[in-house]
Every structure is written in C-alpha cells, then in structure tokens.
C-alpha cells in the first residue's frame, strides 16, 4: 500500500510516532502529540519528538491521565523552534484536560458534528475546546499550537491528524476513528504543499490559508470524490525528499509532477 503513497516508506515521517503504540488510547494521543509538533525542519522535529515520548515512556495516556500530571521538571529542557518549555507542558496540560473529560480525542470531535457547518466549524470546535483549557498566558504558542480555523487558518497539523485517524488502515494512515468520513476531510496544508499545488494550478491563492486548502480538497475531490486526501502523501513526500527543485530555475529534472507544474511548461510565473 505504500505505493499508493508514494513508496518511499516512513523513515522521515512523524507518523512513525503513534505507529510505534498497539494500545488504540495510546496511538491516537501520539498522533495528536506528533502531528501537533510537525512544523520545522524534519530532522529538528523527529528529534523533538523523540525526547517528547521518552518523556511519555511506553503508554502516553498512562502518562497524561495519571492521578498527578506530567511535572514541568520532566519537560524543562523540551523546547521546539519558539515553543518553549513551559509551552510544552501546557500543551500537555490541555490534552490531559480534553482525554479526561472526554475519554478520547474522537469523542471530542464527533460531539462537535452536530452542527451542519462543515469540516471547518467542526475542526472551528474542537481545537477550540483546547484553547479553553489552555490558562493565561503564553498567548503567542497557544494561537500556534491550537489554532483557529475560523481566522482563516490552513490548520495544516490538525488537518494532518485529521487524515492520520481517519483514513486506513493502509501502511501509513492509522484509521483508527469511524467519524468524519473520508470524503470530508482537507487537505494538510502548509507553504510547501500549497507552493506546489500552486504551480500545479490546485490554486490561485498565495498564501497557504484555509480558503486555499479547501480549493486544493476541491480539485483533488474532483478526481477522487470518496478520498480527495489520498494524493497528500505523496505530494509532501516530494518536498521532504528534496525530489523537488523548481527553487533552481531550470533544474527539474525527473520530478514526478513534471507533466503538471508550471516550471516544466514555460517561464515561472510571477
């Protein structure tokens, strides 16, 4: 099934995290845990997580529902990019929260659905129930590590989490939830993917935004109306693999989407 991603396995992949978990509690707090993280350079957030789930040890939901939290000294030199230590463990904090309250993640999500508001309002809902959690304070991580899709964010890492827990089981996707549909789901959306997608003329947008995930979802959804996501894969795997070199002008080479993108046709557009 790998091929049908893309075949160049997971080596690179934080979705490696939460494929490392039997237990289905465990796997879907580490999905949460490292597509909530997956921002930076790749090797900057493999390591990240690495130290992350030493931290957690063999059952994350053990760790995060304890009788006692995760104590900031555990965390205290757990910094990633401009999350801070203390923004880690507030990150943990709220998740703890959530699990507690609600028993799982899907849970969460699917008390969200009842409104017939799209995937946007839903997504909209249940980060929202994060930020609640979240305390005074530290505003700037919070707003990153939890955003609001309703401001016009892409949402790239939720919508990754997104796709991680609802489609597959398949060799890289987990499909561990029954809520949303496939069909239903956006396109994780980041400046990378929307660069290509734009090239590729998924999009007019500039700037990689929710409006231009859905326009991406839209085109993809046209080929392939039960499962528009399944192409995401594959196309990030041709950024995080360098196989892309548009950035050089004239240096294509054999890129996979050269019959597609606007390099291989002409002159870069403006």
């Not at 893309?6 to 992949?13: E, I, N, V």
């Not at 998740?95 to 995937?119: H, I, K, Q, T």
């Not at 979802?217 to 392939?224: I, L, N, P, Q, V």
Request: charge should be positive; charged fraction near 25%.
């Amino acid at each position: 099934m790998l091929a049908a991603h893309g075949g160049s396995g997971l080596t690179a992949d934080p979705v490696l995290f939460p494929r490392r978990f039997p237990d289905r509690g465990d796997a879907e707090a580490a999905a949460f845990i490292a597509a909530s993280f997956a921002f930076g350079n790749v090797t900057q957030i493999l390591a990240f997580l690495d130290r992350l789930f030493a931290v957690l040890g063999e059952s994350p939901c053990a760790a995060l529902l304890g009788r006692r939290p995760v104590p900031f000294a555990r965390v205290a030199g757990l910094r990633h990019r401009f999350i801070s230590p203390r923004g880690v463990h507030r990150f943990l904090f709220c998740l703890r929260a959530v699990l507690r309250e609600n028993g799982s993640l899907e849970d969460l999500y699917r008390a969200g659905m009842a409104a017939e508001d799209g995937p946007r309002g839903r997504l909209a809902r249940f980060l929202g129930r994060f930020r609640a959690a979240w305390g005074p304070g530290l505003r700037r991580e919070r707003d990153f590590l939890f955003p609001d899709p309703a401001k016009g964010s892409a949402c790239k890492r939720h919508n990754l989490f997104l796709r991680w827990m609802v489609r597959g089981p398949d060799g890289v996707d987990l499909g561990l939830w029954s809520v949303p549909s496939p069909r239903d789901l956006v396109v994780p959306l980041d400046t990378h993917m929307a660069r290509l997608c734009r090239w590729m003329g998924l999009t007019a947008c500039r700037a990689a935004s929710y409006r231009a995930a859905e326009e991406v979802t839209a085109a993809f959804r046209a080929a392939c109306p039960e499962d528009p996501v399944r192409y995401d894969y594959a196309l990030t795997r041709i950024g995080i693999l360098k196989a892309c070199t548009a950035t050089r002008r004239g240096e294509c080479g054999a890129c996979p989407l050269r019959p597609l993108c606007i390099h291989a046709r002409g002159p870069r557009r403006k």
